[in-house]
């Protein structure tokens, strides 16, 4: 319980009044299986907002965990700037313990204002539109009790430069299953009250710098799970003062923030795979759900790079080969673990690495903690000492095959 309690706050001073974190990312697979990630913007009443919602999810949850066997939270979001005043952050939380529990909150704020908007400060004529809403509730979702319509409320939105998106709770439309109930409403039919910047479309081509290897000396691939986050421009910065690279299996709802860092990845000879877009526990996903995950941590990357990632590190470490079914994507684990997030201390990680590692060995690391950004300087050196060159995942399989062949 003390260590619950020194994390709650050290979450909401993060939150409330740091601005140097951009996306605050909570990680762990101990009792339960969690992935939390949500963004901090630059304004504390949001983010406060934000933090107490999430705060007060993750603390029911913990409180909870003993009684399942591996239990699950993922707590995901969307990110939107629809001008210089106004944000619209969405939080979409899963819950799986005896029973799946999906739940939306948006939170759509005005810096210039101070205050959340609502609806009626959005659209122009409600009143107009709550006959159409409805009617498209009914033609969407046929099998939900309608008996509630009357009662069905706006409070939670989202709006990107195409939809307005409407969300409504299962149990409020009396749903028989858990998913969130919603509908996009096209922007170019409705009279907004508010303006919306347009995103412009920059084509960026960026590609792994090319290294010269010696095939017949040791290699070693660093491999880094959970980012990008405020560690990783560390991380890159102790990567080019040794002069190696790494592959970096980032999370694709988090990389907006961090398109700097994925940029100097791939011009500073480092490699960006795939870890899903919401870190969710791949194996409960149906093969929609897992393609979905997969296609826009894809189409982020490329969006932000111009590369295309080749490699996917599965969440937890968890998959079947049904899920390698569903994308050509190569399936990449590790075969040494310096369980970095666990140990907490950098004697311990270099043991962990130095006991276990070998040629051709690949390393799992993590960059949304400092553990691993305090341990990797000494851990390069002994490397190196050592005799190991290091290469990509990629690199590696390249000189694996050279050298069966």
């Not at 993750?58 to 409180?63: G, L, R, S, T």
């Not at 969407?140 to 939670?156: G, H, P, Q, T």
């Not at 684990?333 to 590692?357: A, G, Q, Y």
């Amino acid at each position: 319980m003390k260590k619950f309690l020194i994390l709650m706050i050290i979450i909401t001073l993060l939150t409330g009044c740091s601005q140097e974190e951009k996306v605050v990312s909570i990680i762990e697979d101990d009792k339960s299986m969690i992935a939390v990630n949500y963004p901090v913007t630059s304004n504390n009443v949001l983010n406060d907002a934000i933090s107490a919602y999430v705060n007060k999810i993750y603390q029911e949850f913990k409180a909870k965990e003993s009684n399942y066997q591996k239990p699950e939270l993922n707590i995901s979001y969307t990110y939107k700037e629809l001008n210089k005043n106004i944000i619209c952050v969405s939080l979409s939380t899963e819950i799986y313990t005896d029973k799946e529990v999906n739940k939306i909150k948006t939170f759509t704020f005005d810096k210039k204002a101070g205050k959340f908007l609502t609806m009626e400060d959005i659209v122009e004529d409600l009143d107009a539109l709550d006959y159409d809403i409805k009617k498209l509730l009914l033609e969407k979702y046929r099998e939900a009790d309608m008996d509630f319509l009357s009662n069905v409320n706006y409070d939670y939105f989202t709006i990107d430069n195409e939809n307005l998106t409407l969300y409504f709770s299962p149990v409020e439309l009396k749903q028989k299953n858990s998913e969130i109930i919603y509908l996009d409403i096209p922007l170019n039919s409705l009279k907004l009250l508010i303006d919306i910047d347009k995103e412009k479309d920059e084509d960026i081509y960026l590609d792994i710098k090319k290294k010269n290897i010696d095939y017949n000396e040791k290699v070693v691939a660093l491999t880094f799970d959970d980012g990008p986050s405020k560690y990783t421009k560390g991380i890159l910065d102790i990567l080019k003062k040794h002069g190696v690279c790494a592959t970096f299996f980032v999370v694709g709802n988090k990389t907006e923030f961090y398109q700097t860092e994925l940029q100097r990845m791939l011009k500073e000879g480092s490699e960006i795979g795939n870890h899903s877009y919401s870190h969710k526990w791949l194996n409960r996903l149906s093969e929609a759900e897992f393609k979905n995950e997969v296609n826009k941590t894809q189409e982020a990357v490329k969006k932000i790079t111009g590369y295309t990632p080749t490699l996917f590190r599965p969440t937890y470490g968890g998959y079947s080969d049904k899920l390698k079914s569903y994308t050509d994507l190569k399936f990449i684990l590790w075969d040494v673990d310096s369980e970095d997030w666990k140990v907490k201390n950098t004697k311990k990680i270099l043991n962990n690495i130095f006991k276990t590692v070998k040629d051709e060995s690949i390393i799992l690391m993590h960059d949304n903690h400092d553990y691993a950004t305090k341990a990797l300087d000494e851990v390069i050196t002994k490397l190196k000492e050592e005799g190991y060159q290091f290469v990509t995942v990629s690199e590696l399989l390249e000189i694996q095959n050279l050298r069966e062949n």
